[in-house]
Structures are given as C-alpha cells and as structure tokens.
C-alpha cells in the first residue's frame, strides 16, 4: 500500500526543483524498468508495482530495493503517465553538472532545445548509433523531465548528459570539427565528417545562437526537396547521426 505522504513525495518528482534536492526521478513501465533492473539494479531505490508485476518480475529486484504492493487505483495517483503500466521505480539521477565532457567520437551539442519529447527522442537516437555523450546548454529541457524520460525510455540511462555554459565549452575544443545543423549549409550527403567531432544543433524555433553559430568549424544541412518550411528537431538530428555514423564508423 502506498501511504499519502508517499503519493506527495513521488508527485513532488515532476518538478526540475525537487527532483534536484532529492536526487531521484521517476520511470515507468514494465519493458523501461525491466531494463533498469537488468542493467542499473544498483541505481534503484524503490518499487511500487501491482501484484500482476511482482508475481512476474520479484525475482530480478535486489534484496536492497523496497519493493512495495500497490493496487491499480493507487498507481494511477503516483503515475505521471496518462495509462499507468504496472510498476513505478524511484531512480539515483546523477549530477548533471559534475561530468566532465570527454572528446571521443560523436558528441551531440544542443542549443537551448525546449521540447521534452525532442530530447528524449533525441536520447535515444543516440543510444541507438551509441553515441555516448550528450552534452546541454544550461537553459535545455532538463533531461529528468517525465516527458523526457518517457520518450528516451531506457536510453536515458546509458548516455552521460551534462549541462554547461556552450559559450565556454566550445572554444575550449582547439582543433576539433564542431558541424553546425543549419537550414543553409554543405549537404550533410556530401560532407566528409571527421572524428572526433561534434554536432550542435538548436532550438526549435530559433535556432543555433548567434554566438555560438560563430564558432562552428562547419555548416551543414540536409537539403530541402520538398515544400516543408523546416524539419523537426529530433527528426533532423537523427539524419545528421546517420550520415556522420556511416562516415565516422
């Protein structure tokens, strides 16, 4: 059974402020937490699950992690989700501004993006051409957002996500090719990527700043045929990745 002050502190975890005092975050669902639990056990603090989930599943939970019995009415008041699915898993978040960027690879740069379903889709893009790092502005979607953890699902704990002032990251980066996603540039088809490299792309609206657009090494595209004004973000940068991939591996 799930106690009241419990449902206020789990509801508490949809808000950027308290999910950084406390250090955790929330997912949900069977296939999201099964991963978690096969791959993070150690990252896990707590479980609320209906009996259905436990019967199936109580043998994958550590002996360390509460494992709490609840009934289908009393997930529905602790899920951020519109259709709860059987269990809920309180989470360890790691400090997103202590990670120190490495330069190895791929490494997605992100300008101000805003939407958190084009960051958790843009999450897990990147676990899917295993790119290991993304790297945020400060004023980004938080990556702890439910809504982004939804749609990275259980990408989001596989990619190190830091938050930094770009205007002091990317002129740090001497020498290195940093690709700028641009409505006007080289065609992403014709680019010869090198690695490392990084690819910054920006808000969904406004795109990549000024300031920052200014210290590019390179501007690319991926060329309009069509008559659509622009691409979605995540969209958009799921292409660049493919291509780069290809390149680069």
């Known amino acids: 059974m799930v106690t009241k002050s419990e449902v206020k502190y789990i509801q508490s975890l949809a808000h950027k402020k308290f999910r950084d005092e406390e250090k ?72 997103l501004t202590q990670t120190q960027p490495s330069v190895n690879g791929i490494t997605l740069v992100l300008d101000q993006l805003q939407d958190p379903g084009n960051l958790g889709t843009i999450i897990r893009t990147c676990d899917w051409f295993g790119i290991k790092q993304i790297i945020c502005s400060v004023d980004t979607v938080d990556a702890f957002n439910p809504k982004v953890v939804q749609a990275a699902m259980g990408s989001i704990m596989r990619i190190d996500i830091i938050y930094t002032d770009l205007i002091d990251f990317l002129p740090s980066l001497k020498g290195v090719p940093i690709y700028a996603a641009v409505l006007h540039g080289e065609s992403v088809f014709k680019t010869n990527f090198l690695s490392p490299c990084f690819l910054l792309v920006g808000n969904e609206s406004k795109g990549i700043s000024e300031e920052l657009l200014s210290m590019s090494s390179n501007k690319i595209t991926i060329p309009k045929i069509g008559a659509a004004e622009s691409l979605n973000a995540a969209v958009a940068t799921g292409i660049i990745l493919a291509e780069m991939s290809a390149d680069i591996t």
């Open 24 to 95: 955790l975050f929330v997912l949900e669902g069977v296939k999201i937490v099964g991963e978690l639990l096969n791959e993070f056990p150690n990252r896990v603090k707590k479980l609320f699950a209906l009996e259905s989930w436990i019967v199936m599943h109580s043998s994958i939970v550590p002996a360390s992690v509460e494992l709490i019995a609840v009934l289908p009415y009393e997930l529905e008041k602790i899920s951020f989700l519109q259709h709860p699915n059987e269990v809920l898993a309180l989470v360890d978040m790691p400090d």
